[in-house]
């Protein structure tokens, strides 16, 4: 793996085991910056997958569980693309309605979700271990809440 390469690799580890996450800083270089920066600081470890819909995605990246918490730096601007597609593995930012609103949160897609494409960052793509994020535990109703979520254990660079 080069140095470049490398330095744009994540390893996530769930429960279950190491799920590796290649970066997109072509696509989204803030957001890239930004999830580097909070996995320097831990800020991902032990936070809860609080939304996830059976054969959408999983959210996570909140540390209060709520869906409404962020980190302490400001919301991010969009940086949408239509170069790149929401397939399953891809690694969107989450944000409310507005379109610059993106802090922390992010979503792991279990499948297509064309409906997304260029309308909300894509900061990077599941390259191994998809077969832990199918086994994250899903929410319940159209909302997709869970009790008692699985939990991101850490996230480091490679």
């Not at 379109?99 to 949160?105: D, G, I, K, L, Y």
């Not at 086994?135 to 660079?157: A, C, F, N």
């Amino acid at each position: 793996m080069s140095d470049a390469t490398e330095s744009n690799t994540l390893h996530m580890e769930l429960k279950s085991g190491r799920v590796v996450i290649q970066l997109r800083p072509d696509l989204a270089p803030k957001h890239v910056e930004r999830i580097k920066q909070l996995v320097a600081e831990e800020f991902y470890d032990n936070t809860p997958f609080h939304r996830v819909i059976e054969g959408f995605m999983a959210q996570g990246g909140d540390p209060t569980g709520t869906g409404t918490g962020g980190s302490s730096y400001p919301d991010l601007p969009s940086e949408f693309t239509r170069a790149a597609k929401f397939v399953r593995g891809t690694v969107g930012a989450a944000r409310s309605a507005s379109p610059h609103s993106a802090n922390s949160q992010f979503y792991i897609m279990f499948a297509p979700a064309p409906h997304l494409d260029g309308q909300y960052t894509i900061w990077g793509q599941v390259t191994e271990g998809m077969e832990h994020v199918d086994q994250i535990k899903r929410g319940e109703g159209s909302g997709g809440t869970v009790r008692s979520p699985d939990r991101i254990v850490s996230i480091k660079l490679a």
